[in-house]
Nanobody, 116 residues
């Protein structure tokens, strides 16, 4: 049973930085990709960042230049460093692991609230 637990969210002022973490427990034989999504109330889920097995990275235009995704392969932890946060970044942030069979595992999310 794979379980993902996000942490690091909170209430911050615009311009602040946050580092989100996603810790995985259980056995995942092979990870194809790790993703961070976010979803704000009344809005569609948005892919924020992806890191692939060969360190390929993708960032959404809405956060490019303000976000860095990284992974600790030994401890199976995924990170999302965010800076210069804006009120429009307020959302629930979720991590997702995609295994070798393209099965997806997702955490419960961590809330990020940015006040102006």
């Amino acid at each position: 049973q794979v379980r993902l637990v996000e942490s690091g969210g909170g209430v911050v002022q615009a311009g602040s930085s946050l580092r989100l973490s996603c810790a995985a427990s259980g056995t995942i034989s092979h990870i194809n990709a790790m993703n961070w999504f976010r979803q704000a109330p009344g809005k569609e889920r948005e892919l924020v960042a992806t890191i692939g097995g060969t360190r390929y990275t993708y960032y959404a235009d809405s956060m490019k230049g303000r976000v860095t995704i990284s992974r600790d392969n030994v401890r199976n932890i995924l990170y999302l460093e965010m800076s210069s946060l804006k009120p429009e970044d307020t959302a629930m942030y979720y991590c997702e692991f995609v295994d070798g069979d393209y099965e997806r595992y997702r955490g419960q999310g961590t809330q990020v609230t940015v006040s102006s």
